[in-house]
C-alpha cells in the first residue's frame, strides 16, 4: 500500500465549505444552526486570538455525520477567530486507508471525526476522535444523545481542543 504523510493528507484535503457543499440540503442546513450554538467565553476567544502560531487541523469525516457536523464546526469557528489555523478535510476512506495506521488505530475502530491538530510542520500535537471526552466517559450515551446533537456539550469540545492547542 502506497503511503501519505500527514502534510501531503492536508494537501489532498478540501475546504470546510466543499466538505460542506457535498452533502444533502438537509446536512448542509444543519451547519448554520450549529455554528450559531458555539458560544465562546470571552477569554476563550481571546486565548484563540493570541494564538501567534500556526496551527493545522486534518480532519478525516464526513458531513453526513452528525458529530462532524457538530465538531468541525468549532474547528470552522476556531479558524474564524484565528487566521493561523488552517483547517483541512479528507473523507473517512482516504482516513481509515492512510491516517489509521500513521495514527496505529485499527482501521475497523476508527472514528469520525478524526482530526489531527498538527503544528506549521504537520508534526502532530494530539487528536480528537469523534466525541469530546466527556461524552465518551458517559455510560449511557443514549441518555444524552439528543442533548449531545442540539450541541448542549459543544464547550467540551472546545476544551478538548484547548487542551491540545495548550501543549503546542
Known amino acids: 500500500m502506497t503511503e501519505m504523510s500527514l502534510k501531503e493528507l492536508f494537501d489532498v484535503g478540501v475546504s470546510f465549505e466543499s466538505a460542506v457543499g457535498q452533502g444533502t440540503k438537509n446536512e448542509r442546513s444543519r451547519i448554520p444552526k450549529n455554528y450559531s450554538r458555539i458560544n465562546l467565553e470571552e477569554n476563550t ?47 473517512m476512506a482516504r482516513g481509515k486507508k492512510y491516517l489509521s495506521s500513521i495514527l496505529n488505530i485499527d482501521k475497523e475502530n476508527f472514528k469520525g471525526p478524526t482530526v489531527c491538530v498538527l503544528d506549521k510542520n504537520f508534526k502532530l500535537k494530539g487528536i480528537f476522535e469523534e466525541r469530546p471526552t466527556y461524552i465518551k466517559s458517559v455510560k449511557d450515551f443514549e441518555s444524552i444523545k439528543l442533548d449531545y446533537y442540539k450541541g448542549q456539550y459543544i464547550l467540551d469540545t472546545v476544551n478538548d481542543f484547548i487542551k491540545i492547542l495548550n501543549t503546542i
Open 45 to 91: 476567544i481571546e486565548f484563540l486570538k493570541n494564538i501567534d502560531f500556526e496551527v493545522n487541523f486534518l480532519v478525516s469525516g464526513e458531513i453526513w455525520c452528525p458529530d462532524f457536523q457538530i465538531n468541525v464546526s468549532i474547528l470552522k469557528k476556531f479558524c474564524d477567530i484565528n487566521s493561523n489555523f488552517n483547517l483541512s478535510i479528507i473523507t
